[in-house]
């Protein structure tokens, strides 16, 4: 039986197998995650058909292989009531693998041969009679070649003046979620007029009502109240004011979305990736928040469907998590805005004639300025922000 890339997508052609979770002649049940491979947008894991073992592995870590590719060759389960004897493994294993591991051994002899040629019989000596590691002494010479000089110099002072060329750089393929974020981000730079405009709002009614209602919130909905659903319920709002912001360019073409799909980013180990809350206009605070935090667990345990990450016609970006005070967020294509929300800082404003002390959060909206001008991008900014200093309005909707 062959185990086969899935279909992942209408736009996905290709994967990346980017770690087995068997390995040849490792048995498993039905339904049991054999590999786990990687596209543009998400990473998944592909389950074996039926119980089994992997008879042959025809696509190694790292490599791409199309949608419909045969990933792996899977035969009957084996018996493991016994450990196989070294000999019996050897035989066992195919014959490309072990062709791999003998060029693996003869590659390892080269290395250790080119390492001894190095050394000249007198600092061979030297270094073996101290007990030294080759590897952690520092050549002064161009070539690389040790020098009884440089022996003497780790012996008197073991931790080297500088790191060798080993040890300072590390190269590392990227994955094609990252390349996917590299290509569209520079494709958002180069394609949309991208400006960005800023504004403050002061967090203390919101600051207010989340203490207030915390507990009553969470025996409801069982799940925190977060500052996140009142910055969508806002957004949705003010989207519906300004319907440009919540519209694309196509072609030659303004598509203007009658639908609100907010998109929140969030950072994983892999990378940037956007779920997407959609229908986040009928939602009510409890929805928003139940749908974030299952969103955001299963963006980081690589869990996220195809489904989750399309559609989205706005993004929510939330900088201040990891400490950002201000930023400039980029466009996620082909939406045409994205908010950039940041730290909540206690600072010094003036209200009413008085200074006082107020919790600020810094806003900023990149905006693509070939659909959108100047006057309804800081509307709509400022619209967010009466909005969210005035929290009876989110609640009533006026």
Same mark, same amino acid.
């Given at each position: ?246 519209? @694309? ?6 598509? =203007?979305?009658? +639908? ?61 998590? =990891? ?18 929300? +940041? ?18 959060? =810094?806003?900023?909206?990149? =905006?693509? +300025? ?5 006057? @309804? ?22």
């Amino acid at each position: 039986m062959e185990l086969i890339v899935p279909t992942l997508g209408e736009s996905i052609t290709e994967a990346t197998v980017s770690k087995w979770l068997k390995e040849v002649g490792e048995s498993f049940e039905a339904d049991e995650p054999l590999v786990e491979i990687e596209t543009d947008k998400i990473t998944v894991e592909v389950p074996a058909p039926s119980a089994g073992s992997i008879s042959e592995i025809k696509v190694e870590e790292g490599a791409d292989v199309n949608i419909g590719g045969v990933l792996a060759l899977l035969g009957d389960k084996k018996n493991t009531t016994g450990a196989a004897t070294p000999k019996e493994s050897i035989k066992e294993k195919p014959l490309e693998q072990n062709i791999k591991e003998e060029k693996k051994q003869e590659t390892n002899l080269n290395i250790k041969n080119e390492e001894s040629n190095k050394l000249s019989p007198a600092v061979k000596k030297l270094i073996d009679e101290k007990g030294l590691d080759s590897e952690k002494i520092t050549s002064s010479r161009q070539d690389g070649r040790l020098t009884k000089g440089d022996v003497f110099n780790f012996i008197n002072n073991p931790s080297p003046t500088k790191p060798t060329s080993k040890n300072r750089e590390e190269v590392v393929k990227m994955s094609k979620i990252r390349k996917t974020i590299a290509t569209r981000l520079k494709e958002s730079q180069n394609t949309a007029a991208i400006l960005t405009t800023f504004n403050e709002v002061d967090m203390s009614e919101i600051m207010k009502v989340r203490e207030s209602k915390k507990e009553d919130f969470m025996e409801r909905y069982n799940v925190k109240l977060g500052f996140m659903s009142f910055f969508v319920k806002a957004v949705v709002l003010s989207l519906q004011e300004f319907p440009a912001i919540n519209a @694309e360019i196509r072609e030659e073409n303004i598509i =203007y979305k009658n +639908h609100f799909d907010v998109g929140i980013a969030v950072g994983t180990e892999k990378g940037l990736v956007v779920p997407v809350l959609k229908d986040a206009d009928t939602m009510t605070f409890g929805d928003i928040e139940q749908n974030i935090v299952e969103l955001s667990t299963k963006a980081k345990e690589g869990s996220l469907t195809m489904d989750d990450l399309t559609g989205g016609t706005f993004t929510i970006s939330n900088g201040g998590v =990891y400490g950002s005070m201000l930023s400039t967020p980029i466009i996620n294509r082909p939406q045409s805005g994205i908010l950039g929300m +940041h730290n909540i800082q206690k600072r010094a404003v003036v209200v009413d004639d008085e200074i006082v002390i107020r919790p600020m959060m =810094y806003l900023a909206f990149s =905006y693509d +300025h070939r659909i959108i001008d100047g006057k @309804e991008s800081v509307g709509f900014l400022v619209s967010i922000k009466t909005l969210l200093e005035n929290p009876s309005k989110l609640i009533l909707g006026v």
